[in-house]
């Protein structure tokens, strides 16, 4: 059997990934398109890519020069805001953790992962509750304490740290530790900087979790604009709760705004990510 595909599906090949592509792609246009058209115009031609006439009366609302009243700088700095702490906090610390259930020896050890697993079992949902229940007992409710703490340690990263240190060799770390350097300075220096296929992983999936998170903020704070972030900005626009009518060129181009961050850094870290995916399988 030819190994070597032929023109012809070669052709059909390329003409069905086009098509995947535009049938994907094609929303986020009409998304782009919508955000400069006006309500009628948005109401009368949806799919249109074109809008006719032009409009920014969208994107000066949202940033506050429009007849609408739209926090969005709020929640665009809350967004970020929650995001950076979350992201930094959630790399720092799973790796952490991930490295000490993979190479410290100690009573319960086992017991813990088994824990770990089990909370990576429960759906999100089902821990709404007892994150309510614990920030109000701790005095924090409706406030940003509450919107970041519970976030700053997720069970899945620790999970993917610890497998990927697991297939980090314990001969690598010896001269260190013949050298008299603690599990800590080992850690940092030696271990970490070898990790960076998961931290680009974690560093994608940490922020992209953090900054398109909705229901923890709609349990933990009172939804007053000062602690809305992107998102839950986004469903009170959606909901009709900062005016009337269908709005679509103000909550596309509010969606839009959600979007970018997370889309310029997944492709702007793709490209390492996946040449140290790459060199990982090479020295693997």
């Known amino acids: 059997m030819n190994s070597r595909t032929s023109p012809a599906k070669q052709a059909i090949l390329y003409a069905a990934l086009v098509l995947f592509a535009v049938f994907f792609i094609y929303p986020f246009f009409i998304q782009i398109a919508t955000s400069f058209k006006t309500d009628p115009d948005a109401a009368a031609h949806p799919l249109s890519l074109i809008p006719n006439p032009f409009d920014l009366h969208a994107w000066k609302d949202i940033f506050g020069q429009g007849a609408a009243h739209v926090p969005a700088p709020t929640w665009i700095k809350n967004s970020v805001l929650i995001a950076v702490v979350v992201t930094g906090a959630r790399v720092f610390l799973d790796s952490l953790a991930g490295y000490a259930l993979s190479r410290l020896q100690f009573r319960g ?6 824990a770990l697993l089990a909370v990576m079992a429960v759906p999100g949902v089902a821990l709404l509750i007892p994150k309510f229940l614990m920030v109000n007992y701790l005095g924090i409710y409706d406030t940003y304490t509450a919107m970041i703490l519970p976030l700053i340690v997720d069970a899945a990263g620790v999970f993917i740290m610890k497998q ?4 980090v060799p314990v001969s690598i770390e010896e001269a260190a530790r013949m050298d008299g350097a603690s599990i800590f300075r080992t850690f940092w220096s030696v271990v970490l900087p070898m990790a960076r296929p998961a931290l680009l992983t974690l560093t994608i999936l940490s922020f992209q979790g953090s900054w398109n998170e909705f229901s923890h903020f709609l349990v933990v704070t009172k939804g007053t604009p000062d602690h809305m972030t992107l998102v839950t900005g986004l469903a009170s626009l959606t909901s009709g709760q900062l005016g009337a009518g269908t709005q679509y060129p103000l909550k596309l181009a509010a969606a839009l705004l959600t979007t970018i961050p997370v889309a ?7 490209r390492y990510f996946v040449r140290g995916a790459n060199e990982g ?4």
């Open 109 to 114: 050890r086992g017991f813990v992962f088994a």
């Open 164 to 167: 990927f240190f697991d297939s």
């Open 264 to 270: 310029i850094l997944f492709f702007s870290l793709q």
């Open 281 to 284: 399988a090479e020295k693997g």
